[in-house]
């Protein structure tokens, strides 16, 4: 067996397509793993672009085969033999989300004083902020944050560890951290030191871990994962948390939040907002 060569595959075309094309691949079941972003190229042409970075040949093959089915340009280049997602990340600028800059080292020497600053390093986790989920979910939670405060938070699917570390960083009392990913949950710790950030981290498959159930219910869970993760958790989420608690759910695209939203108001939840970024939603909801 051969190792397989990082590869990043750009595809074109309208809205429509784009998102059409990253929604199936949300649902098609052999690359529910598989890394890529969707953003707006030129709002003018109407063309948006998927960024996909496959892991594997397996990987490979099953995006390039199903992009083709769609009426999108398609181009693949091969990545150099290096660090090539810290590389890619080094030189993104930092992301100011309501109260919170997100900012890597290369940017340590321009912070502001007025923001709550969580330095999150370019790594092979997710969540470094410049997603359109994980902007949408800071957003959100500045906003509520303007209202009342957090004592307990629970972050399913924590990535880089950045939502539980914002919600450490702002009066969290208790904030706990999972991910089914175990480098995740590694960098997770991490990104906590270097925050200075009481933050908690455990590598578990949605809400079963003993750290978890031991510290429920919640006042509010972050759940910025994937649109079928979010409909199956929904049972598991309601009970987590204290009633009138809240949720804020994001890692669905706009075509998916009308099926996510109706599997959470069929619990009883009630829609407190939304937001739209890029091809992404973000919902924030109360359970009753």
């Known amino acids: ?4 060569t990082p590869q990043q595959i750009v595809a074109r075309g309208t809205r429509v397509e784009a998102e ?3 929604d199936a691949i949300d649902n098609h079941p ?3 793993g598989a890394t890529y972003s969707i953003l707006e190229e030129d709002e ?3 063309v948006w672009r998927i960024d996909a970075f496959p892991t594997t040949e397996e990987e490979d093959e099953g995006l390039m085969a199903l992009l083709a089915e769609y009426d999108l340009k398609v181009v693949r280049d091969t990545l150099a033999d290096a660090d090539w997602l810290a590389m890619a990340l080094s030189g993104l600028p930092p992301v100011r989300a309501g109260r919170f800059f997100v900012y890597g080292m290369h940017d340590r020497g321009r912070l502001p004083a007025s923001t709550v600053n969580l330095r999150i390093e370019a790594g092979a986790a997710f969540g470094t902020g410049h997603h359109g989920t994980t902007v949408g979910c800071l957003q959100a939670y500045d906003r509520l944050l303007k209202a009342r405060k957090f004592n307990k938070v629970l972050d399913v699917g924590a990535g880089t560890g950045l939502l539980a570390i914002a919600a450490a960083r702002t009066g969290t009392k208790l904030a706990v951290g999972t991910d089914i990913d175990k480098p995740s949950v590694r960098i997770a710790k991490e990104n906590a030191q270097v925050n200075k950030a009481n933050a908690r981290f455990v590598h578990a498959s949605g809400l079963g871990h003993r750290l978890v159930a031991q510290n429920a219910p ?4 972050f759940a910025n994962i994937l649109a079928r993760p979010l409909i199956s958790l929904v049972q598991d ?6 009633p009138g ?4 759910l994001s890692g669905l695209l706009r075509t998916q939040e009308r099926m996510v939203k109706a599997a959470y108001l069929s619990r009883g939840f009630k829609v407190v907002s939304r937001i739209h970024r890029d091809a992404w939603a973000t919902l924030v909801l109360q359970r009753p």
């Open 20 to 22: 059409t094309a990253a």
């Open 237 to 242: 989420i309601k009970h987590a948390l204290v």
């Open 1 to 4: 067996m051969t190792d397989y």
């Open 218 to 221: 919640y006042d509010l869970v």
């Open 30 to 32: 052999g690359l529910e």
């Open 44 to 46: 003018d042409k109407n």
């Open 245 to 248: 608690g809240t949720v804020i």
